[in-house]
Every structure is written in C-alpha cells, then in structure tokens.
C-alpha cells in the first residue's frame, strides 16, 4: 500500500530538504543564447554583424600554468639530454676506435703466424739481416767512397725507364737487365 500522505506531498526528490520549494530545473531550450543566431546572442540588433571567422582566443589560468610546467620541464631535461647525446657521441667513437685496435690486433696476429714459417723467417734473416747459408758467399754493394750501401738504396740507369722493362718477353726483360748492370748509377735514400 502506499502511503497516502507521500502521494499528496508537493515535494519532490530533487527540493532542497528543509526548503519547502522545489529545486530550479531548467529545459534545454531554455537557457539563454540556445538556439539563436550570432547577433542575437551576443545581444545586437540587427544593425551589427559579428564576423564568424575571427574568434577571440581566450588564455585562461591553466594555460598559462601548463606552459610554464613545461617550459621548467624542457629547461630541467635540456642539460640531462644534452649530456646524453654527448655520451652516446662518446660511445659511438670508443666502439669505433675498438673495431679499429680488433682489426689491428687480428693484422699482427696474423704477422705473428707467418713467422712460425720457417721460409719467412729465413727470408727474413737474409733481408734484415744479411745472413746468408752455408756455402753461400755473401757480398756488399759499397759506394765510390767505399761506404756500404744500406737495403734502401737502389741501382739504376738513368737514361732508361724502369717501366718499359716490365712490358715484352722474358728474354727482353733479362737483357734490359743486363744492359742496367753494366751502367749502374747510384741513388742513395737517406
């Protein structure tokens, strides 16, 4: 059953309690400036147009405070990022100047390995050295003055180009050789 008095009562659910009036509602189309033209709600008669295009942009509160908030976070981050990019620069470098020392490293290793040849180290020992095996003679190129003439120094004739002894037959070549021999002209590298 329902209450008699609750039926009868002119209060309603949304009334301020202890009010005894109803609490204001508004319709939709009630609220002022719904549902009409520019002029009119900006409260102009006729006479005055508002242009649609120009709107006034309005910085509130916020927007002020939001800039500023990240305005203190690129000046807080602009150092640290800084030196982040700094630092990746210096790894980049470092990394590269390891993968020039490996290719170094792999370079000698590599020498390292044709001394365990016996050929290379008795080329070696001739070249560097002066050695010579046993039964062999060895000699020394000396200059005018009787000075010997170090590894560097070369013999050659003057008059001829080396190039063209390299192009035509072997037996060109070897008596351009001999040719070379017979006029040596001395050219000493210090």
């Not at 719904?34 to 508002?50: F, I, Q, Y």
């Not at 649609?52 to 927007?63: C, D, L």
């Not at 190129?141 to 390299?166: K, P, R, T, Y």
Request: glycine share 12%; proline share 5%; charged share 25%.
């Amino acid at each position: 059953m329902v209450n008699a008095d609750m039926a009868t009562s002119p209060r309603r659910d949304n009334a301020k309690p202890g009010s005894g009036r109803p609490e204001r509602r508004t319709r939709v189309g009630s609220r002022p400036g719904v549902g009409l033209t520019p002029n009119a709600a900006a409260g102009k008669t006729g006479g005055e147009a508002v242009n649609p295009t120009s709107k006034r942009v309005a910085i509130t509160g916020r927007a002020i405070a939001l800039v500023c908030v990240l305005m203190l976070v690129v000046l807080f981050y602009a150092p640290t990022l800084r030196i982040y990019l700094d630092e990746k620069h210096q790894i980049a470098v470092l990394e590269q100047e390891i993968r020039d020392k490996n290719s170094e490293i792999s370079k000698l290793e590599g020498e390292l390995a044709r001394w365990d040849d016996p050929n290379y180290v008795r080329t070696q020992a001739r070249s560097r050295l002066g050695w010579v095996l046993p039964g062999e003679t060895g000699f020394r190129v000396v200059d005018e003055n009787g000075n010997v003439l170090a590894g560097g120094a070369e013999i050659g004739d003057g008059s001829e180009d080396e190039s063209q002894l390299v192009g035509g037959s072997w037996i060109a070549r070897m008596w351009g050789s001999l040719e070379t021999a017979d006029k040596p002209t001395v050219k000493i590298k210090r």
